[in-house]
């Protein structure tokens, strides 16, 4: 059974940056990972991630700003996020395994003031 851990989220101010870890318990997969996020009220979207194929896609509105890595000897995942604006606020989900399978962390909170 996999388990993620979140970590690294936390308040900045709009400019700044933070690092994400997920560390994953169990068995560590480098395809079918990735990072969600979601603001409550809406659905869960798709941040960084990399599929079976071994190919990382971003949304739109994060690339060139927000950069997706794992270490296979740590098993963790990062998501390194730059030039932070307000609406990245968000709580960020690390996911495991593909569509139909996957396993979720528990989340970390990021929120970005003007």
């Known amino acids: 059974q996999v388990q993620l851990v979140e970590s690294g989220g936390g308040s900045v101010q709009a400019g700044g940056s933070l690092r994400l870890s997920c560390t994953v318990r169990?068995?560590?997969?480098?395809?079918?990972v990735g990072w969600f996020r979601q603001v409550q009220g809406t659905d869960r979207k798709e941040v960084a991630y990399r599929d079976e194929e071994g190919i990382i896609r971003y949304a739109e509105a994060v690339k060139g700003r927000f950069s997706f890595s794992f270490d296979n000897t740590k098993k963790t995942l990062y998501l390194q996020m730059d030039n932070l604006k307000p609406e990245d606020t968000a709580m960020y989900y690390c996911a495991s395994g593909c569509p139909g399978t996957r396993t979720w962390g528990q989340g970390t909170q990021v929120t970005v003031s003007s």
């Open positions: 169990g068995r560590f997969s480098r395809y079918c």
